[in-house]
Every structure is written in C-alpha cells, then in structure tokens.
C-alpha cells in the first residue's frame, strides 16, 4: 500500500477492504439500521397507504360519484331547461336525498334517505348481504343499513314506516359504490324508488332536500370540466352545485392530503430524530475501529482511502436498513388499509407504489448522509498518532470538508420535502421548525456542559463525579440533551393531543349540547309542535328557527363585488363557508351564543334594506367589513344583502350556529319550514317524546343527539389513534437516539468504570453515577419538554384539525414523568455493559 504513492485506492480494492472488515451481522452499525429501518419504514408505509387512497379516487371516480358529472340543487328540481342540456350529453338520472326517521313499531333510527330512479346506478353496482346485485328497489320496497336494521330489530321481509309510508324491507345493504361522495349524514343510508319522497311529503316547498341529478356521458372519454363551466355559464353560478368524476369526493381527498402530509411529516421528523442517532452509531462504530484506521494510514493509506472504505461500510449498512424499511412499509400497509377499509376507498391487498418507495428511500439515504458525515470526516482527516491517542483526545471535524456533503444533503431534503408537499408553507414552517429544535437543543446542551464546569463541586463523590461527565472531554452531553429532548417534546406532544381531542367531544360538546334535533317542521305546524313537546316532556326548553340552505355566489364593496367562481379552488384561509351550499336563517334579535363585535343589530320590526350579520373569522377570512354587501342564492333566485354586524359565534354548543343571520325581510317570503333543538331538563325521562312526534309528524326528522355523539367519538378515536400510532414512531427513533448516544460514549465510559472498580467502586455506586448525569439532564430538558411538546401539539389541533386547545394538564405532566422514568430505565440498561468489563482486558485495549 505504502508504494502507491499517492494514488488513490480503487473502488474494488476498497470494498474488498471494506467487506472484509463489515460484519455480516453488522456488528457495530446496528444502530443505523435500527434508525433507518423505523424512519423509512414509516415514510414508505404512509406514503404507499395515501398513494393508494388517491388512486382509489382517482380511478373510482365515476363509480363514487355515480356519474361523469353530477348537479345539486336544494329545495327544489333541476329546471327542464337544465334537465334537457343535460340530456343531450348522455343518460341522466335523477334522485333525492334527506334525512328522515324510520320507524317499526316503538323503534325509531334517524336515515339518510336516498331516493333513486330505474336507471341508478349509472356506474358500479349496489351489494346486497345476500349476495344479490341490484338497482333501484321495487315500489314499495327499501334497502337499508345494516345499523338501521338492528336499530329498528328487523329483517328482510318485515314492514317499516318511512315518512308516514310503510315500505317492506327487501335487502340489507352490504355497500354502496357511492357511499364516499354523498358527505356526512345523521344515520345510515336507505335506499327508496325516487317516487317516495313526495308520497310522503317530504320533498313539500320549505323542505330540506337536495335534488341530485347525474349524467353518463355517450362519449365515455369527454372531459366533464368544461361541460360544467359551460352549464355555469349559460345558467348561472349560483343556480346549482356541480361535481365531476375528477374530484368526487373533495371532502375526502382534502382530508387524505392533509392528513397524509401530516404523517409524512411525522414520519419525517421520526427520521431526522433517528439521523442524530445514525450520527451516535457511526461515531462509535469508529471509535471501536481507530486502531484498523491508524494501522492502514500507518500503512500509507490516504486521508480519500479511509473515507472510500468506511463510506462503503456505511453506505451498505444504510442501503440494508432502508431495504428493511421499505419492506416493512409495504408489508404493514394492507393492515393500515383493512382498519381503514370501512372508511376509505383503499384496498386491503398488497400496494405498491414506486415513488412514495422511492421517496423513502431517498429521505432515508439522505438523512444518513447528512448525520454520518461528520465522524467520517473526523476519522478521515486525522494522522495516525492522533487516532492512536483518541482515548484521551477526542477529535474534531474539519468543518470545511463537513459543508459540501452535509449542505447538499440538507438541500436535497428539503427540495425533496417541498416537491412532494399538498402545503409547502406548512412542509417549510415544519422543517425550519425542526431546523430550530435542534438548533435549541444544541444550545441548550452546550449551556449544560458550560454551567457544569463553572458550578461549585458537590460534596457528594457520585454527586461530583456524574456533575463532571457532563462538561469532560468526550462527554456527549450534546448527543444526550438531543436524544432526551426529542423523546420527552414526543411523550408530551402524544398526551397533549389525545387529550385535547378527547376533551373536544367528551367534554365541551356533550356538557352543552341539546338532547334532540328536529328538521323540517311546518311553520303552520309550530304550535302543534310545542304543544306535543311541552304535554310529553314539562320543563323542556323548545328552539325553533328558519331553516334555509343556500351558498354565496358573491361578496365585496358595492360595485366592486368578488364572485366566488372566480377564485376557483384557491379559497383563502378560513373562508370554508364559500365551498358549496351552508344553512341560512333570519332572526330579529341577535341568536344565543352570538355576540355582536361589529357594526348593530337592525331593529325588532326592521323592513328596510336586506341586512345580514355573518361571523367575524369569515369575514376578517375575505375582506369583508361592515357596509360590504353579499350575494346568495336561495332556490335559484339571488338575493343580496349589506353588511350591518359581525358576529363572534360561540362554536362550543351543538345548537344552531349559522354563519349568516339575515333580517327576517330579506328571507322570510322564500318557502321554507323550522328546525328546532329541545333540551331536556337533567333526569327527566325522554322516552314517549321521539314515537309521539314520529307519530304526529311524519314528515318531520327528530334525531338524538346520543348517536350523533357517538358517531363523532368514533372518528375522533380513529384519528387520535393515527396520531398516537404516527408519534410513537418519533418516541421510537429518539429512543435509538438516546442508546445511539450512550454507544458513541461506552469506550471513554469503560475507561472510567474501569478505574473506579480498580479504586474500589461498587456496582451500585457506579450506577448512581450514571443516574446522577443522566438525571441532572433530564431534570434540565423536563420544561423544554414541556413547552415544545405542547407547542407542536397546539399546532396539530389547532392549526391542523381546527379543534380547540383544551389538554388535560394533569395527565400531560403525569405522561412526561413517565417519559422521564422510562428513558432513564433505558438509559441504565443501556450502561450496565459496562458493569460486566473485565479491568486487565479494558486496561489492554484503552
């Protein structure tokens, strides 16, 4: 080697080298597999899951939706003119949907009524239990849900009453291809001929139903956008809401995407917390092999050869740990697909998906080049001697050779992060917030070393002994702050959450929301409607308020006004309420839980211009200010209103929180029925008023809050445990960090644990020294913790899920002591190897 002169080693000879000296096992870089195996595995499974679920929608589009195109109308029917424009472009079918209770006896369950015609379903097919595939139901007849049917305790050929018309029940539903696109509703879907509704009189004017009509293209390759802009154009924006294969359910992909970023995010962070301790293993994996590496440069070996050879170690090890990552992540995605299947259009079968693999693994490569290129710049830009006496003097990077490989790293990452981003705003505030933590934690640890070696000595030898680990030559203090820091910020951000969730729906919701729910009451029928309530249930508190639907077309100083159809899909920030059709009402008083923080309130018996008050998040969302105007349109007619008040809506109640209040002149002429909440005084028995206004109002829906509730625990218990599952891999990779640390730091340890058994230190004694230094840093990272764990959990549901930031405090910090308890059992464990180090065998190697 020595007769090379300078010339550097090929790239065959060094992976000779290299093999020769790697361990099939790969003894000392176990670690870095570890940490990329968890990082990488949680990218791609996370990846591929949301891939799979896009493509879902993607490819099912026609069949969720129903159609190539499909128009929403509440209120009332497509008009002839716009049934005929569609004719012309393929087969139409139309159909209703709305909410009704059905009833068997005493048994009552609230529906999600779908009324469809002979030619449903123009796409997919409808599975009934038995196994039959069918369409429309006979006359007469009805399919229903499974949760329906043992709500009401029937079955296939029994008699229930829908809307006052009896209906035999011919099937249970087994799915329903459209089931994703129909958006929320308060029960479960009954399928009935498109006939029922007006035998019923639940499609009478004022009632609350969507007319839904869909179109199957004759020309099965047209693209549906610019038939629906032309339809826009020659009838109007406001006149109906349109949807088309490519976006069917945009509700779920929105959900998907954020979600799914989120995780990726998650999965990201797990990475970049795994990268310190790929950096801990590496340092140590080269600690152990200073002796080869002087012995080659004493050899004649250069500065680029060892760098080749142990680049060609590392990179190996890398390359396996991300291969078992990927795998993993493929191997676990039908699991997460199954649990997911009920709620997702996703496949419970193997997926794969070659770019979320790809980016994967490239995060995974990446961030071990960043983390390892320090101890190998180190190990490589020193002489010989100065490795020979690395013992007792540690060395230190050539921060220059460190700029091109960790730069281009860090560059590539986040290209890669922004490339693949739904949000790049939020990706960039991540990874500069990830960026910021580190930076902290950096500082933090080196206050720690700095106020260790400037305090008085403690009398107590432990005491003195684990306060100068800390500020010692070799000490890594940096790498344990990080490890500690990231693993407790992740026990309290998984508390912090889950709590706050929880306390979302068990709390705040069920202490102030009504016990029932009614639409669509008749004005005419209102003081009946109060007479029944107040004979079965004395004392309960009745509300009934107008109930309209319709959406914002329009909005703006007068003269100057935006039209929401010109903003496409880029709505800004909060301004939810310009996407499709929201309920509307008029009042002549301010509603409870509003208060007015703009503007006033029009007077009691106001017939002058039309006024409405909207919420002040919305319009502080769109510009919008006192003396603005707005437009809607209600059953096709645009109705245009100025700005008197805004309004701060308490959202805390499940009562009724309409974003626009308008003057009772400006709507009160609109055909329209009530909706009412009733609250029941606390142990007063409820269980004549639902049959008896079932009985008394057929048309009526009467739903129970108890349902809805739980409905809503459920989602939010799936959500929480994706967010637990998500951060547990972060818990995970700042474990592996915690014993990356402690690996980078056994050779020095051995040396001191050495002599002090041959001073005549006992077993317990030295890990009372070990639990000194490392509890001195935990007592230290507790608070930082505590406040960047809550913090980033404050972004997760405030920012993220908009939900309000109620954690449960006592739980949180009884959740971060346990977090401390359980990182200092790893931390001792992980020293007790050097309780077992024979002294004349340590003394010879050292």
């Known amino acids: 080697m020595g007769d090379r002169q300078g010339r550097a080693l090929p790239w065959r000879t060094a992976w000779m080298l290299a093999r020769r000296d790697l361990s099939a096992r790969f003894k000392g870089l176990r670690l870095l597999l570890v940490c990329l195996f968890l990082g990488v595995g949680a990218i791609a499974a996370i990846g591929t899951l949301t891939g799979s679920i896009k493509h879902e929608l993607g490819a099912r589009g026609r069949q969720i939706l129903g159609g190539d195109i499909e128009l929403r109308v509440w209120q009332r029917d497509v008009s002839k003119d716009e049934r005929a424009a569609l004719a012309r472009l393929g087969q139409v079918s139309t159909g209703y949907r709305m909410q009704a209770i059905a009833t068997h006896g005493d048994a009552t369950a609230p529906v999600a009524l779908k009324a469809v015609d002979g030619a449903w379903p123009l796409y997919g097919r409808l599975d009934l239990t038995d196994g039959r595939h069918v369409g429309a139901p006979p006359p007469g007849t009805v399919w229903i849900a499974k949760g329906t049917a043992a709500r009401l305790g029937v079955n296939p050929g029994a008699t229930i009453v829908v809307g006052g018309v009896p209906l035999r029940v011919g099937g249970i539903l087994a799915s329903d291809p459209e089931q994703m696109?129909?958006?929320?509703?308060?029960?479960?879907t009954a399928i009935v001929p498109v006939d029922l509704p007006a035998r019923a009189g639940l499609t009478s004017p004022g009632a609350m139903f969507r007319s839904v009509t869909r179109v199957r293209f004759a020309d099965g390759a047209r693209d549906p956008e610019p038939v629906v802009d032309a339809m826009k154009v020659r009838f109007g924006d406001g006149?109906?809401?349109?949807?088309?294969?490519?976006?069917?359910?945009?509700?779920?992909?929105?959900?998907?995407?954020?979600?799914?970023?989120?995780?990726?995010?998650?999965?990201?962070?797990?990475?970049?917390?795994?990268?310190?301790?790929?950096?801990?293993?590496?340092?140590?994996?080269?600690?152990?092999?200073?002796?080869?590496?002087?012995?080659?440069?004493?050899?004649?070996?250069?500065?680029?050869?060892?760098?080749?050879?142990?680049?060609?170690?590392?990179?190996?090890a890398a390359l396996v740990g991300s291969l078992a990552g990927l795998m993993a992540g493929v191997l676990v995605t039908p699991l997460l697909a199954s649990a997911l299947q009920n709620l997702l259009p996703v496949e419970s079968g193997f997926t794969v998906s070659p770019a979320a693999l790809a980016t994967a693994a490239a995060y995974g490569l990446l961030v071990a080049l960043v983390f390892a290129a320090p101890p190998l710049v180190r190990a490589r830009g020193w002489p010989a001697m100065a490795l020979m006496r690395a013992g007792v003097s540690p060395l230190v990077a050539d921060r220059k050779a460190l700029a091109v490989p960790v730069g281009l790293g860090l560059a590539a990452i986040v290209t890669l992060a922004l490339v693949n981003a739904a949000q790049p705003l939020v990706t960039l505030g991540f990874l500069a917030g990830s960026a910021g933590m580190l930076g902290l934690l950096a500082l933090i640890g080196l206050g720690i070393r700095k106020g260790a070696a400037r305090l008085p000595r403690p009398r107590g030898p432990m005491l003195r002994a684990g306060l100068a680990n800390l500020h010692r030559p070799g000490a890594q203090t940096g790498a344990l702050v990080t490890a500690l820091g990231f693993g407790l910020s992740a026990f309290v951000l998984i508390a912090a959450v889950q709590t706050s969730l929880d306390a979302n729906i068990r709390k705040t919701v069920p202490a102030r929301a009504p016990d029932f729910f009614v639409l669509d009451v008749p004005p005419a029928k209102a003081p009946a409607f109060r007479d029944a309530v107040a004979q079965t249930v004395p004392g309960a508190v009745l509300r009934l308020v107008p109930n309209l639907r319709g959406r914002i077309i329009a909005y703006g100083p007068q003269g100057r006004m935006t039209k929401v159809s010109s903003l496409g899909k880029d709505l800004p920030d909060g301004a939810w309420a310009l996407r499709g059709e929201r309920g509307l009402t008029y009042a002549a008083s301010v509603p409870e839980g509003s208060t007015v923080t703009a503007g006033a309130w029009w007077p009691p018996l106001y017939r002058g211009e039309p006024l409405v008050s909207l919420d002040e998040k919305l319009a502080q969302a769109i510009g919008l200010n006192v003396g603005?105007?707005?437009?809607?349109?209600?059953?096709?007619?645009?109705?245009?209103?100025?700005?008197?008040?805004?309004?701060?809506?308490?959202?805390?109640?499940?009562?009724?929180?309409?974003?626009?209040?308008?003057?009772?002149?400006?709507?009160?002429?609109?055909?329209?029925?009530?909706?009412?909440?009733?609250?029941?005084?606390?142990?007063?028995?409820?269980?004549?008023?639902?049959?008896?206004?079932?009985?008394?109002?057929?048309?009526?829906?009467?739903?129970?809050?108890?349902?809805?509730?739980?409905?809503?625990?459920?989602?939010?218990?799936?959500?929480?445990?994706?967010?637990?599952?998500?951060?547990?891999?972060?818990?995970?990779?700042?474990?592996?960090v915690l014993l990356g640390a402690i690996a980078a730091a056994r050779a020095s340890r051995t040396y001191d644990t050495v002599i002090l058994r041959v001073l005549g230190g006992s077993q317990g004694q030295l890990l009372m020294l070990q639990l000194a230094e490392y509890g001195l840093i935990a007592a230290v990272l507790a608070l930082v913790a505590l406040v960047a764990g809550s913090t980033m959990a404050w972004a997760v549901v405030v920012k993220l899920f908009e939900f309000a930031w109620l954690p449960d405090w006592p739980r949180v910090l009884a959740v971060l002591g346990i977090g401390l308890l359980l990182i200092l059992g790893f931390a001792l464990a992980g020293s007790l190897p050097l309780l077992r180090a024979k002294p004349a065998r340590a003394l010879r190697e050292l």
């Open 628 to 736: 603005d105007y707005i437009t809607v349109s209600v059953l096709g007619v645009e109705r245009t209103a100025r700005v008197a008040a805004l309004r701060r809506i308490d959202w805390d109640t499940l009562g009724f929180n309409y974003v626009l209040v308008f003057s009772p002149n400006t709507l009160e002429d609109a055909p329209h029925n009530l909706a009412a909440t009733i609250e029941v005084p606390k142990g007063t028995p409820t269980t004549g008023l639902l049959p008896r206004l079932v009985r008394a109002f057929p048309s009526t829906s009467v739903i129970e809050t108890g349902s809805l509730l739980r409905d809503a625990r459920g989602l939010l218990d799936q959500l929480s445990a994706a967010i637990l599952a998500a951060a547990s891999v972060a818990v995970l990779a700042g474990l592996a």
């Open 181 to 188: 696109s129909e958006g929320f509703a308060l029960g479960d």
């Open 239 to 316: 006149a109906f809401e349109a949807r088309t294969r490519n976006a069917a359910s945009p509700t779920t992909e929105r959900f998907v995407s954020r979600m799914g970023e989120f995780l990726v995010l998650v999965g990201l962070a797990a990475l970049v917390i795994a990268g310190i301790g790929i950096g801990g293993g590496v340092s140590s994996y080269l600690q152990a092999r200073r002796n080869a590496i002087a012995t080659l440069k004493v050899l004649g070996a250069t500065s680029g050869d060892i760098a080749r050879i142990y680049v060609l170690q590392v990179g190996a």
